[in-house]
């Protein structure tokens, strides 16, 4: 076996990772070749220096760092792969379809709303159309079937007045006209108006 | 208990979600990772949070981990990558800092060092050693170093060294023997032969 040989498995030889037959040819190479001898001493010795390069311990939060970059990656996952999800387009057509018919049905419900701002607003259509003083059960009177739930009848566009003419209601009116506690509760709000005026004009001319 | 798991079953729980599996791989390979880490970049400073990167990578793909191969030679292909990714961002903008700060470095020994009684001189002669291992090392070729370190201080057999390099077992052996003599030569004001 040839220096050069020996040399390139010097390290094989020092860390024992070599057969045991080649050992014994490796040991009797050594003895008789001084340079090879002193490659491998200066081998060990690198190897022995390279001991000294030390070692770091991990910082006592690296477990409680390494969770929360964890749940970040989670949120992070979920975000991504709903806005990918939104990517694809016909997810992203319902999406828009869907929210803009939801915007549309809101505007026109609060379009309808926002012309009954108050109770008086509230009493003064229904007023319009059931007439002052129409009891609500006469309401619900109005055009009766034989198979049908009383409440149904208030399903009709147009209301009957008391005098009997047929009259029809607008669309941004059928809310408040079919609001059936509204008109469950008519005449008790009438009469608490009733008590409420006489109450007042009671105590004025108790002042007076 | 995940601890009386081999690292290839606990993956495999990974792969199912298991957080649990996670937290016991990570308490397997904490230390070695960061220090391969350290060695490999001889920044103490970013060798944490590259070993952040490398769990989280390895927690980001165990939905495609198949037990072909040990999981230590995966886990070190990955925390080699990382790490050559950022000696080379370091290297691109020109502040690779082998030497460091000196008084880090300083720093760093001082910590390192086990005997804390014996006198200034000796500990300063002793940083100055540890230093310029350290730098020497540092100045080595990436795969030599790698292999180097894999080998010597990751107790990696050169089949799994070959594993985490992509190369052959005689290449290994020839890229270990290069550092060495590399580092002979370096360290031969150290090193009296």
């Known amino acids: ?18 057969p045991e037959g080649l050992k014994i040819e490796f040991r009797h190479h050594l003895e008789a070749c001084l340079e090879c001898r002193s490659f491998l001493e200066s081998l060990k010795l690198v190897d022995a220096e390279l001991d000294r390069f030390g070692e770091i311990a991990s910082s006592p939060y690296f477990d409680q760092k390494l969770n929360v970059r964890l749940d970040d990656l989670a949120r992070q996952s979920w975000h991504s792969g709903f806005f990918q999800l939104l990517k694809q387009p016909y997810v992203f057509s319902f999406a828009f379809l869907f929210l803009a018919t939801v915007s549309v049905w809101i505007g026109i419900r609060h379009q309808q ?32 079937t034989s198979d049908q739930h009383p409440d149904s009848t208030l399903e009709s566009k147009t209301v009957q007045t008391p005098a009997g003419v047929e009259q029809v209601i607008p669309d941004q ?29 009671e105590s004025s001319t108790e002042t007076n | 208990m995940a601890g009386d798991n081999s690292d290839v079953d606990l993956m495999l729980r990974v792969k199912r979600g298991d957080r649990e599996a996670f937290n016991a791989l990570v308490q397997r390979y904490r230390k070695s990772l960061i220090n391969f880490i350290f060695r490999f970049t001889c920044n103490e400073a970013a060798s944490e949070d590259l070993a952040h990167e490398v769990f989280l990578k390895v927690f980001q793909s165990a939905p495609r981990y ?12 990955i925390a080699s990558n990382a790490s050559l990714n950022f000696i080379r961002d370091q290297r691109n903008r020109a502040s690779v800092s082998i030497d460091g700060d000196p008084e880090k470095e300083a720093d760093t020994s001082r910590i390192d060092l086990a005997d804390q009684n014996v ?19 540092a100045g080595l070729p990436d795969q030599q170093r790698l292999a180097l370190v894999l080998t010597k201080y990751q107790g990696l057999s050169l089949k799994e060294a070959a594993t985490v390099l992509k190369c052959s077992e005689p290449a290994v052996k020839s890229l270990i023997f290069r550092a060495y003599t590399t580092l002979r030569e370096r360290l031969v004001s150290v090193v009296s032969v």
Not at chain 1, 114 to 142: H, N, W
Not at chain 1, 176 to 196: C, F, G, P, Q, R
Not at chain 2, 66 to 77: C, D, H, I, N
Request: hydrophobic letters at 40%; proline letters at 3%.
């Open chain 1, 113 to 144: 709303a926002a012309r009954l701002k108050t109770l008086e607003d509230v009493i003064r259509v229904q007023e319009k159309y059931l007439g002052s003083g129409f009891p609500t059960e006469v309401a619900r009177e109005v055009t009766p």
């Open chain 1, 173 to 201: 009116d059928r809310a408040v006209v079919e609001n059936i506690d509204l008109l469950e509760n008519y005449d008790t709000i009438k009469n608490l108006d009733l008590a409420d005026s006489k109450a007042s004009l």
């Open chain 2, 119 to 137: 006198l200034v001189e000796e500990q300063l002669i002793e940083q100055e050693r540890v230093r310029m291992i350290r730098k020497a090392v």
């Open chain 1, 1 to 18: 076996m040839d220096c050069r040989k020996i040399q390139d498995n010097l390290l094989e030889y020092q860390h024992n990772r070599l």
């Open chain 2, 66 to 77: 198949e037990p072909k191969a040990e999981f230590s030679t995966w886990l070190y292909r």
